[in-house]
Every structure is written in C-alpha cells, then in structure tokens.
C-alpha cells in the first residue's frame, strides 16, 4: 500500500539511498546487493554523485581508484569470487572518464558478471552547449560516448529527469540478480541532471530483497538425458563455470562418483571439482591437459554444464572426432544450451545434476571398467608428465632444450620456467587461497597444471581475456573474501603488468593483502609462441631495444627501418611496484621463490615478487589444434609450410550442429 509521504533528493542522493537498501538472497542467504561503490571523480560525476555519496558514506562506502577500467575490474572480480551475488557499483566522470569504462563492461556481460556502472554524461538541459569532453555528433544530436555502452551491457538507461529513477533503478537491479541475463548495468546520468531534485515516494527506500532464482528443470528433459546416459559407453561431462556460480560442486561429485562419469573443465569451470578422484581431469580444450583431450576424443556423449563452449574448449570443433558422438547440456540460458546440437535441459545446474543423478542411480547406471581403464591410464601417463614440468628442484638444462626447440631459447639471468614457478605457487597453495590469471600465457597454464582441489580456487577469466583484468580482480577477491588467512595471488605476464599496475596503489591504500606474481619473460610471449606456429619469425612481441634510430621524418625513403632486434629492455619491475607502494621482491632461484611467498604471506597490503623465468619454455602441449589461418598467400617458405599444416587441421573440424 502507498502513501502520499514523499522525500526531496537529488538524482544522485535519491540513487545512493537507493542502492543501500537493496539486498540479495541466494538458499536463505541474505546479503547486500550493492554493499560499496568505486569510482574517480570529475567534473561530470562530482557535485552530483560525489555530494551524495558523501552524504551517505557510512551507508554505501567509497573506494576511490586509479583508473576506471581498473575500477569495473575490481567489481567483476569481486561479483565472481561472490558467486554473483553481490555487485559493486562505479562511477566515472563524462568523456574519457566514462569511455574508459566501456572493456570493463564489455568483460563483465561477456562473462555474465554482475556490475552497475555510473557513467557521468552530457549535460541534458543543453543551454550551456557544447560543454567540456562532449561528443558533437552531426547527424545524432542526443548521441553521447556513453552511447559506446550499449552493445556491451546487459542494460543501458540514460537518466534525463529524476523521476525515471523509479523504474530504471529497479529494471537494473533485476539484471543483476538474474542468472540468465546479468552483465553490465548502466545508467548514464547526465552531469546537471544528477543535482536536480524530485520529491520521491518514501517507499522507494524502503529495503527490498531481491530473489536469485534457481531455474527447475523440466521433469521430462531430465528423464531424455538420463536415457542418453544409460545407452552411453563412454559418456564425458564438461563442467563450466555455471557449475561454480550455481553452487553445483557437491552434486557434480555425486553424479560423477556414483556413475563413474569423467570430469573435464573449462577456464570458466576450473575447481568445479574440489575431490582429487580418478574421473577428476582437469581442463579441456586447446589449453587443457593431454590426458583430457585424449579421453574427450574417445568419448560418446558429451555432456556440457554450465558452458558455452568457445573455441579454446572444443579445440575449434576439431576435438571430438568419435563418429555419431552425442552432446547434451544443461543451461540456464538456451541459445549456450542448445550449441553442438546438444539435447538440452533448460534449468539451474545444481537442481539439474541432483535430478540426474537421482535417476541414474535409481536405474543402476555405471560406467564399464573399460572406460574407467581409458580415463586412468591417460591420467597416469599424463600426471608424471606434468610433475616433472613443475618440479623447480631439478635444473633446466637449457642446452638440451635449446636442441629439442623449434624456437631460440634466448640467454638471459633466468634459471627457472614458467612452468616450475607454478609448481612453487602450487606447493605454496593452502586451502582458502585464490589464485587470479585473465591473459597472456597465466590462465592457459594454470588450466593445464594447478591443482584446484582441496580449497584451493583458480579464478580464472578468459571469457574476454583481458590484459589488466588481473591485479583489480585480485582487489575484487581480496574485497568478497577479506580473511587474511585465505591469500590471494595474481599470476600475471610481465606484459600485462606494464600495461595496468596503478591499483597497486589502492590496494595500498585500502590496506588490500594481494599478491602479485610476474614471471619476467621480456614480451609478449604466449602471442610469439603462436606467431612462431603460424608466421615463422618474431615480430613484435618480445620486449627489445631498436638497433638505431627510427625514421618517420622520411629522410630515409624507401629504406628498411631499423628493427627492434637488439638486447632485450632494462625494465625494473621491483622498482616499478615499489614505487607504486607494495612490498616488491625480486626471486630467482627456487629457495628464493619460497621464502619470499613465506616471508609476504602475512604482509597487509600488496606484495610484487619478480621472478625471471626462461623464455620460450613453455609446458607440454594440449594436443589440439586452434583455427588461427597462416596467410593463404606468401613467398616465404616457412609460411607456406605452416599454411599446409593449418589446412591439413581444418579436415579434423566438424560441423556438430
């Protein structure tokens, strides 16, 4: 029931009181929905929201950061490691404050990530035009950059007058509860429009719980997956990350040990499963494990959970080659659901692997011995394999490496890979800890080699793969789960880290306890190892000085520039984290390694360890092959070459529907 009760509020005071009053609830769970905003004040966003979030501080509190794609990272790490059901709101001023908002919110909607982001807009009133950091379209008068949003948001609202708070606000809230839909949340709020007042109903603020809903499966489809399953004989399941997000571990277990069904995951999916068992395999696809591969080539029925299958996972559609192989799914959003012409059961993973499990264990289904024997044997083969790769006590011996490569391993200082630096990170690992990757070689080789299990989380991002993503994710976690005790650790590229390092310095100032790993391989080097597969030769990607002056000027006509093959950069990456507050600490040896985790695990704040590991090293390969096409037309010989061997793998792609 309403009453006439009103209270005068600004745009942005009414948003503020607004947004601290909202609460989600998740099985019984009741917390806050927004329990924090983020944001970097200018002239578009600070005598509105910054007057208002000022006024409302104790309730909805104020982290202030460096740069705002940095600030919309911090919120989707922080809505993952929350298991979505919490958001963080930011705030940007107009312009390039508010554009430089747009990849975050582009890797929050492709991940289904819940963030509500606040960009500051062109004045709507307009009498003052054209005003400071405005966009004059010619032809589109109200088109503003904030317009940029649209296509990577979930939703989009441009606040023009105060009262359409009433129904945007809740319209932004149910995307961000809704498992199906959610992503990126923007309202756009016009600089003057944010200080102008309306008289709002008094039950607008009143607190209101938001229901994140578990989608019931249908009955009837859960009974067709079971009978594909009872006439399967080597049935795989994929696990995605709707399994992490639907808190469906323990009933994937279940199914998996109770039936005997292997288990895959996907980067999304990495430490769906938590039990170290003989069906647990680890990551698929083109960055996943041998044994994985091998096992989801000879399977029959694959079933999805929680995916949406890209490329990397299916190896470009060239990794199940059994003929007449089945796909099944099980989704809470139907165009992910149906993908490789799957059967699909439309619902909520941890209601839908209960249901499954119950009628296969009802009807007596299990796997034969002789696929449980394929699935062990792969893992036996494969799991010396990688102990060795990460054993960080026995010395690379670079010669002998250097005769097996194709690639020129390079002399620098480093005497460990890349690869034994995860095994120290794995020995460290206690139960509680989270380790972070989004880009570059870190997320692939911790989808092949970590071991998620016992408690110990990989959060991995690689939905959109951005650069930068990793160090404010690493915030976002620390913020979700602020126990000290449960470190958290960001494995990030050397590359990586130049490109976006300055929330170190919130992480200082929010007294953040994140640590920083870089392994120090001077360039870009996972995008050289592919360019070695399909061009040949390195071209821009190693971190290398130029043999002389470049030319634009063009005094040098038609001569060849000088390249960038001289000695690698002198780069210090201690110096760099130090200067930016963190504890920083250089480590080369193994021994040093361990005593720098030791000696920072407590450390209340950022801690950066360099370490240079050996370029060029990389972990042993998947075994499956990526759609990346070598130039159909070249005079060099080696691209010819590798355009034959790229054709040659296009006949092991399918069309699976």
Same mark, same amino acid.
């Given at each position: 029931m309403t009453s006439s009760r009103t209270l005068r509020l600004t745009t942005a005071q009414a948003l503020v009181r607004y947004l601290s009053r909202q609460y989600s609830v998740a099985d019984g769970d009741r917390r806050r929905l927004i329990p924090a905003a983020l944001g970097i004040f200018g002239h578009g966003n600070v005598a509105g929201l910054g007057q208002a979030l000022d006024q409302y501080a104790e309730d909805l509190p104020f982290v202030q950061g460096r740069n705002e794609q940095g600030l919309v990272h911090i919120a989707s790490g922080f809505a993952k490691a929350s298991r979505r059901r919490a958001a963080l709101a930011v705030t940007a001023s107009i312009g390039p404050g508010s554009l430089n908002m747009v990849t975050g919110a582009a890797l929050a909607t492709v991940n289904r990530l819940p963030v509500?982001?606040?960009?500051?807009?062109?004045?709507?009133?307009?009498? &003052?035009?054209?005003?400071? &950091?405005?966009?004059?379209?010619?032809?589109?008068?109200?088109?503003?950059?904030?317009?940029a949003f649209r296509p990577v948001s979930r939703f989009f609202d441009r606040i023009t007058r105060p009262e359409q708070l009433l129904t945007a606000l809740p319209a932004a809230m149910r995307v961000l509860v809704d498992p199906?839909?959610?992503?990126?949340?923007?309202?756009?709020l016009p600089q003057d429009i944010q200080s102008h007042a309306y008289d709002f109903p008094l039950e607008f603020f009143a607190e209101r719980d938001w229901a994140i809903r578990r989608p019931v499966p249908e009955r009837d489809e859960i009974a067709v997956l079971a009978e594909l399953f009872a006439t399967a004989s080597r049935p795989l399941i994929i696990a995605g990350g709707g399994v992490v997000y639907a808190d469906a571990r323990t009933e994937l277990e279940r199914l998996a040990d109770a039936v005997g069904i292997p288990v895959a995951e996907t980067f999304a999916g990495k430490g769906a499963v938590r039990a170290d068992a003989w069906w647990q395999l680890g990551g698929i696809g083109l960055e996943g494990n041998p044994a994985t591969n091998e096992v989801a080539r000879a399977a029959d029925l694959v079933l999805t959970v929680g995916s949406r299958l890209t490329d990397f996972a299916t190896a470009s559609h060239s990794l199940f080659t059994t003929p007449d192989v089945r796909f099944a799914s099980i989704n809470v959003e139907a165009r992910d659901g149906d993908r490789l012409g799957a059967t699909s059961v439309l619902g909520d993973a941890k209601l839908a692997l209960r249901a499954l499990a119950d009628a296969l264990v009802a009807a007596g289904v299990t796997t034969s011995t002789a696929w449980r024997d394929t699935v062990t044997t792969a893992k036996a083969g494969w799991l010396p394999v990688r102990a060795a790769a990460?054993?960080?006590?026995?010395?690379?011996?670079?010669?002998?490496?250097?005769?097996?490569?194709?690639?020129?391993?390079?002399?620098?200082?480093?005497?460990?890979?890349?690869?034994?630096?995860?095994?120290?990170? &794995?020995?460290?690992?206690?139960?509680?800890?989270?380790?972070?990757?989004?880009?570059g070689g870190p997320p692939g080789d911790l989808l092949k080699v970590w071991a998620a299990t016992d408690g110990r989380t990989c959060h991995l991002e690689f939905g959109f793969s951005c650069m930068g993503y990793e160090i404010p994710a690493g915030m976002g976690v620390r913020l979700a789960n602020p126990d000290p005790a449960k470190r958290v650790v960001v494995f990030i590229g050397d590359g990586t880290f130049l490109m976006s390092p300055t929330e170190l310095v919130t992480a200082g100032q929010e007294s953040l306890a994140v640590t920083v790993v870089i392994p120090e391989n001077r360039g870009y080097q996972v995008i050289h190892r592919l360019q070695m597969g399909r061009h040949g030769r390195e071209f821009g990607n190693e971190f290398r000085y130029r043999t002389g002056a470049l030319d634009l000027a063009g005094e040098k006509g038609a001569q060849q520039q000088p390249r960038r093959d001289g000695d690698y950069l002198e780069v210090d990456l201690v110096e760099v984290a130090h200067g930016l507050g963190a504890r920083a600490i250089r480590a080369k040896t193994a021994d040093d390694v361990r005593v720098a985790l030791d000696e920072t695990r407590q450390h209340n704040g950022p801690v950066v360890i360099v370490v240079p590991v050996i370029p060029h090293v990389d972990l042993p390969g998947a075994g499956a092959w990526w759609d990346v096409a070598p130039a159909e037309v070249s005079e060099d010989e080696t691209v010819q070459r590798l355009r034959r061997e790229y054709e040659s793998g296009l006949a092991k792609q399918l069309w699976l529907g």
């Open positions: 509500l982001l606040l960009p500051g807009d062109s004045y709507a009133t307009r009498r &003052q035009g054209p005003v400071l &950091q405005q966009l004059q379209h010619p032809i589109e008068a109200d088109v503003s950059v904030n317009d199906v839909g959610t992503g990126a949340a923007v309202l756009s990460l054993d960080a006590d026995t010395p690379v011996d670079v010669n002998a490496l250097r005769a097996q490569s194709t690639d020129a391993i390079p002399d620098t200082d480093a005497v460990l890979t890349q690869g034994q630096l995860i095994g120290l990170l &794995q020995e460290h690992a206690q139960k509680g800890d989270t380790i972070v990757a989004a880009a």
